[in-house]
């Protein structure tokens, strides 16, 4: 990437990235794909986040799925750690808590492919703003 | 297997304070099945949606109908009317107090919701070793903005304007300080991102660091702008290896963007940042400590004035602000010093992170508006304590702050109140403490803390908080007095008011703060020498109760010391004089015969 | 001056702005206790780390007790210095203080001249409130040839590290650790052997506790007099004459010459003589270098390297031998006074008493801890027999003396003995700073022109600046003349030497701030400058008192190299009289 030179250019390139333009792994999914953000802060490795994302990678790849896997900091839910959230094209994305490979075979198998969700979901119990 | 169509999300936190989850998913998997439909519409259990003040809710996904103050019984209905029928029941939709109106989705009931993410804003969203992700959510649009449509002062004036005060613990109007900093001219002069976030059990620094580290940059280039400064330092603990990794990558792409260094997109205006890193010093998070240390001297703290704003880093003007705060700074830019005033109380405007730990059942960090009530954070939010058991204390303001209680519960926080209330803000920690731990203990652990971390440069520091902590292990091994009550809190009155620097200041703040709320358990200590929440290991006896115990010898088995001894069968007995009160023989006893006394 | 005014326990005062609120005080005679914070006025050295927190004062409107001793005054301030709250406070400090200080006050080498001391007496402090659980912060030993270090007793007020790191620029002392276990130490906490220490004392000399204090060595003097066979020769330094009474009570500045000659005398010594011999023996040797040097240098020999640097204090050497080891032939190799005492002492003197050198011991008393060190080093001894065997400070003697029973104040004032006892003005003013340049300068002038120099006191050399400079006419020779004393001053002529920035012809330095009347070994001055200055005017008025005032006139000097030496800077001269000097690396620290 080049160096951005003006308030335009960084307005556009923020513009082009949302529209879909310039390709971006953590973009809302287009459909039949699914977007995996792995939250990992000190707290998410720390429980195993790690592994987490790293059977993620292996097994979307081994069974098919299209899709990314993001890695990112923590949504602060120590008790849960760690968490992930998934989002499937056209719905809102679902925060899974206390998730090992077992429970993201689980997740892979019963969420993203047949969009049945499982116990232990955290819902958004937050409001946020946006920039 | 087919898709299920339709999910019914109940919240069911197991500990939630409202505790009907369970009863309603068991309800509505029953009506299920009576209309046979148990393989079309799936009942799972969700934690807390942040809705208490309606719960409890059941959410119908994916299309989001939302049902407020839902009980088992209304299960029949949500099954033959909205899953059978399609129709909504309107009894269960939420109410808008103000219009009277129903709300039938989530995004209308979300103000509803007790927490507000603005620090948070991106935590667990962007990807933080990416600067283009961080773009599209919005990173340096406040950057570009201040540079190319705003002098420093009217920048200034914004943030004055925001009411937001230091996160760091002091309060301070981070507006005014940016603008004594300015004021001060100079050759030189440096931004100071404090990141040496000491508090024991804080974290919020790291993970907005480890999640969202543009942020931080961005501000620290705005308040270079506005200060006149083109130096920024992060003075990071360099135990924060990830938060180190993630701010190095974060800082080389910005450069690589244009966004730091020379010549900010093609502005003229020219801001680095540079990483120093802290040993991990409490004392440090002290900003004339950490100037010190970023020198590469003894991280001890001097008398101010002057103030960093006048002689700081290297005896040129400095501004030294915390991440939290620094975090807060691009939503005010972009969304106006009135939409950030308009959140919070009085005097303390915006939001703040709090770490929620200790006995509360959603452990982690928690971001709301001030003014959020105690009991909101840890009832609702929190979702209570674990076990059922009884709230006794909230320590706030880690070990500078105090224990608040019950009478306390229903403060609106904020900086100010928090103060009356005696505690304090500080970083933003929060523990809570139930029925079994001790207050004696607790001042106890905080000034083992303040005793470890003292510089040592002030005598009342260096020596005060010591003799306060053996008062404290004294009164706790049961042979304080009464006298010792006294002295303790003259010790503390006194240390409070000579220390040089605000560890000292208010590292007794524990010790004042039991002592006012919890006289009883003090009293209970040197009078009957006696611990009511059985803590103190001196004082306690663990007691084999005879018409409970089977004579199982699980306890004799488990007991490290052979202190218990009875036959097969018959009640057992602990030698005292052996015990050496491991608890090993209370957690292994499956019979509760064996008791703390 | 903008000045403010501001109330102080009622009483209203102006001030300067700027003025701390203790110096106010002060002004309106209310005396605010202040134990950490330390002072020399007219050295502009201060320490105000507002660490001891004894010293604090209600300010209204403010939150917390303020530290006066750093709080300076504001227009309109209102502060009251014995509120009960004050009171309060201050006391249970100081409790906090002594509660982790050492009992031991009757057995403590600082007992009666404890700042600490003297501060629980002043606060009335009767008991220390649970002594009985305290832990107290204890420390390992550490005893170098000079200092021992006794850090149990350390209040950490930090004027050691202070005087060691800003003014005498060493760096040897630094605080170590946190909290309760913070101490001043070397760095890593090893031994000030293991350190760049110079022993030049200056923590010693501002020490309120017993947590520095010197190697006593009196006990080997006691038993060198107790022993029959054994000839004990004493020599006295000049600044020790402007100090001792003040540890008998005397006012500073007295003069003690004739009844410090009687107690020695009293005390057993065979024969009381007086470094201020061997100090204008120095003059002879160091001026002649000089003009040697000098003559070369205009001739064009690139092997003289000017300026020359003066030699006769070892705190000093230590000093360049450490950091400036590369310049380490630009000082004059003469030996210091008192090792040149102890040569001539057992060889000439010896030879002449036809006694044994190894039945001779020579007793050092000087101002300095430095030369505790120095008379240690090895290339001062011949055989393994030290030139000089022990060096006790004036602090020692005058406890020696006391201890003898002796009535000091009562004593009949007596002379030096001779031969080497006798000594011009020019070798007193060597105490004080400035004082060696000036009487090099009265020499070097007479020896160089051939004329006789009509002015003797050099006023422009003298005074209590840090850095001096001084041009003198040598019969249309400019001699530019530099004078630094404290290390850190000592430091910038260095660097410009090292840079070949230097002008100066001539260089006089000396480790101690007021040169040794402000020694490592003196009594203490507690911050007092005046005390230093007053010692500084007894040098002159001795000087000035003398009959004889420029060293090539003592007649005992002109014999000396009569009968024994042959020429200033003769080859026998240089044998006795001249030294070398080496690197001191730093040494690899295995903790003990």
């Known amino acids: ?131 | 297997m087919s898709e299920k169509i339709i999910k019914l999300m109940v919240c069911s936190g197991k500990n939630c304070s409202r505790k009907q989850g369970d009863d309603i998913t068991d309800a509505l998997k029953l009506e299920l099945e009576a209309v046979s439909l148990e393989n079309k519409v799936q009942v799972v259990r969700t934690a807390c949606f942040g809705l208490c003040n309606a719960g409890p809710v059941v959410k119908v996904w994916p299309e989001g109908t939302i049902y407020t103050g839902v009980s088992p019984d209304d299960a029949a209905e949500i099954v033959n009317e909205h899953i059978l029928k399609g129709r909504k029941v309107e009894r269960l939709l939420y109410t808008d107090p103000a219009t009277g109106k129903k709300i039938p989705d989530e995004k209308s009931l979300t103000s509803l919701k007790k927490q507000l993410r603005i620090v948070l804003r991106n935590c667990g969203i962007t990807d933080p070793e990416n600067v283009e992700d961080a773009i599209a959510h919005g990173a340096y649009l406040a950057l570009a903005k201040v540079l190319t449509e705003m002098q420093p002062e009217d920048a200034i004036k914004i943030i004055k304007d925001s009411g937001l005060r230091g996160r760091g613990g002091g309060g301070f109007p981070t507006g005014l300080k940016w603008e004594i900093a300015r004021k001060n001219q100079s050759d030189e002069k440096y931004v100071v991102c404090n990141a040496d976030e000491g508090d024991p059990g804080a974290f919020m620094d790291r993970s907005v660091l480890e999640g969202d580290p543009h942020a931080v940059l961005e501000a620290m280039a705005i308040c270079g702008y506005c200060i006149g400064s083109s130096n920024g330092l992060i003075y990071i603990r360099a135990e924060y290896p990830l938060a180190v990794q993630r701010l190095k990558i974060a800082i080389t792409q910005a450069r690589e963007y244009g966004l730091l260094g020379k010549n900010i997109i093609g502005t003229g205006f020219d801001f680095d940042i540079e990483i120093r890193y802290g040993a991990g010093a409490f004392v440090c998070g002290e900003e004339t400590a950490l100037i010190h240390s970023m020198e590469g001297l003894r991280g001890e703290p001097t008398v101010k004035p002057p103030y960093p704003a006048q002689s700081g880093f290297r005896g040129k003007p400095t501004n030294v602000n915390n991440v939290e705060t620094f975090a807060c700074v691009s939503p005010i830019i972009l969304k106006g010093a009135d939409w950030f005033s308009s959140i919070g109380t009085q005097k303390s405007k915006g939001t703040k992170v709090f770490a929620l730990a200790g006995k509360v059942n959603n452990v982690g960090l928690i971001e709301v508006p001030m003014g959020t009530t105690l009991r909101e954070v840890i009832f609702e939010i929190g979702g209570g304590l674990p076990k059922d058991k009884k709230f006794k204390a909230v320590q706030t303001g880690g070990p500078s702050g105090g224990c608040l209680t019950e009478k306390h519960l229903d403060t609106p926080i904020d900086f100010d109140n928090l103060v009356a209330a005696g505690s304090m803000m500080g970083s933003g920690g929060m523990i809570v403490m139930d029925e079994v731990d001790c207050m004696v203990a607790v001042a106890k652990y905080y000034l083992d803390f303040t005793v470890e971390e003292s510089c040592g440069k002030c005598a009342p520091c260096r020596i005060g908080n010591k003799r306060l902590h053996e008062l404290l292990e004294h009164i706790s091994k049961g042979h304080g007095t009464r006298a010792d009550l006294d002295r303790l809190r003259n010790m503390s009155v006194v240390i409070k008011d000579t220390s040089l620097c605000g560890l000292g200041q208010s590292s007794p703040n524990p010790v004042l703060s039991t002592l006012d709320n919890f006289m009883d358990e003090y009293i209970a200590h040197v009078d009957a020498k006696k611990c009511p929440a059985g803590k103190c290991r001196d004082l306690m006896q663990y007691l084999i109760v005879k018409e409970n115990c089977v004579g199982c010898t699980a306890c004799a088995r488990v007991c490290p010391v052979n202190a218990i001894s009875g036959e097969r069968k018959e009640p057992h007995l602990i030698n005292q004089s052996v015990c050496i009160k491991c608890g090993a023989c209370y957690e292994k006893c499956k019979f509760d015969a064996i008791i703390i006394q | 001056m903008e000045t403010v005014k501001l109330t102080i326990d009622n009483k209203t005062v102006e001030v300067p702005k700027g003025t701390t609120v203790s110096k106010a005080a002060r002004m309106l005679g209310i005396d605010i206790p202040l134990l950490c914070h330390m002072e020399l006025h007219d050295l502009g050295i201060e320490n105000k780390p507002a660490g001891c927190r004894i010293c604090v004062v209600e300010v209204e409107g403010r939150r917390n007790l303020a530290p006066s001793c750093v709080t300076t005054c504001e227009e309109g301030m209102v502060v009251k210095t014995h509120t009960t709250r004050v009171l309060n406070a201050r006391r249970t400090v100081m409790e906090f203080i002594l509660s982790d200080h050492p009992k031991d006050c009757l057995i403590c080498p600082k007992s009666g001249h404890c700042e600490l001391q003297d501060m629980a007496k002043r606060l009335g402090i009767r008991e220390i409130p649970g002594q009985e659980i305290a832990a107290m912060s204890t420390y390992r030993k550490d005893t170098s040839p000079s200092i021992i270090r006794d850090l149990d007793k350390c209040i950490m007020c930090r004027r050691c590290e202070m005087m060691c790191n800003e003014v005498q620029t060493v760096g040897a002392l630094s605080a170590i650790n946190r909290g309760f276990m913070s101490a001043v130490a070397p760095a890593f906490e090893q031994n000030l052997e293991y350190s760049p220490c110079t022993y030049c004392g200056q923590c010693v000399a501002v020490c309120p506790t017993g947590a520095l204090t010197e190697v006593n060595h009196t006990p080997d003097v006691l038993r060198a007099l107790a022993d029959p066979s054994k000839t004990v020769v004493v020599q006295t330094a000049p600044a020790v004459r402007a100090a001792l009474g003040e540890e008998f009570g005397l006012e500073p500045g007295t003069l003690v010459t004739g009844k410090m000659v009687a107690a020695l005398r009293a005390l057993g010594f065979d024969y009381v003589f007086d470094t201020d011999f061997a100090a204008d023996l120095t003059i002879m040797e160091e001026g002649t270098e000089l003009l040697d040097r000098l003559k070369r240098h205009l001739s064009g020999d690139k092997t003289a390297r000017l300026p020359i640097l003066t030699s006769c204090c070892p705190g000093w050497v230590n000093f360049f031998e450490y950091y400036y080891p590369d310049l380490k032939d630009v000082p004059s190799t003469a030996k210091s006074p008192q090792q040149m005492f102890g040569a001539v002492a057992k060889s000439y003197f010896a030879g002449k008493k036809g006694i044994n050198r190894k039945d001779m011991v020579v007793v050092s008393v000087m101002p300095c801890l430095a030369k505790k060190y120095e008379c240690q080093r090895g290339e001062f001894s011949v055989d393994g027999n030290p030139d000089v065997d022990y060096s006790i400070s004036t602090r020692e003697l005058a406890a020696f003396i006391k201890q003898a029973n002796i009535d000091f104040n009562n004593l009949p004032e007596e002379e030096f003995d001779n031969p080497l006892g006798e000594s011009t003005g020019a070798g007193v003013i060597f105490g004080t700073t400035g004082g060696v340049i000036e009487a090099a300068v009265r020499t070097a002038y007479e020896l160089y022109t051939g004329k006789k120099l009509e002015r003797l006191d050099f006023t422009e050399l003298r005074g209590f600046e840090g850095v001096r400079s001084a041009t003198v006419d040598f019969d249309g020779l400019k001699l530019n003349i530099g004078i630094a004393h404290g290390l850190g001053n000592a430091r910038k002529l260095l660097d410009d030497v090292k840079s070949g920035k230097s002008q100066f012809h001539a260089i006089e330095i000396m480790a101690c701030p007021g040169g040794c009347i402000g020694g490592g070994g003196q009594p203490l001055h507690h911050g007092k400058s005046e005390i230093l200055k007053a010692r500084a005017a007894a040098i002159y008025r001795e000087d000035k008192n003398k009959p004889l005032r420029k060293s090539h006139e003592n007649p005992f000097i002109i014999e000396l190299y009569k009968e024994y030496l042959g020429e200033p800077n003769s080859e026998k001269a240089h044998h006795l009289l001249h030294t070398h000097y080496f690197e001191r690396k730093k040494k690899i620290f295995v903790k003990p």
Not at chain 1, 2 to 16: A, I, Q
Not at chain 1, 27 to 45: C, D, E, F, Q
Not at chain 1, 68 to 85: C, L
Request: proline share 5%; glycine share 10%; charged share 25%.
């Open chain 1, 1 to 131: 990437m080049k160096t951005l030179k003006s308030t335009d250019e960084l307005v556009k390139l923020r513009e082009d990235i949302l529209s879909g333009k310039r390709p971006s792994d953590n973009s809302y999914p287009a459909p039949g794909r699914v977007r995996i953000r792995v939250h990992m802060g000190t707290s998410g490795i720390a429980s195993g986040a790690l592994d987490v994302y790293n059977f993620l990678v292996t097994e979307l790849e081994k069974r098919n799925i299209s899709g990314t896997v993001i890695r990112t900091g923590d949504m602060g839910y120590s008790f849960a750690e760690p968490t992930i959230e998934v989002t499937r094209a056209g719905e809102e994305p679902v925060v899974f808590g206390n998730v090992d490979t077992f429970r993201a075979d689980e997740i892979i198998e019963k969420f993203i492919k047949n969009g049945e969700l499982t116990d232990g979901i955290i819902p958004a119990n937050f409001r946020t703003i946006t920039i």
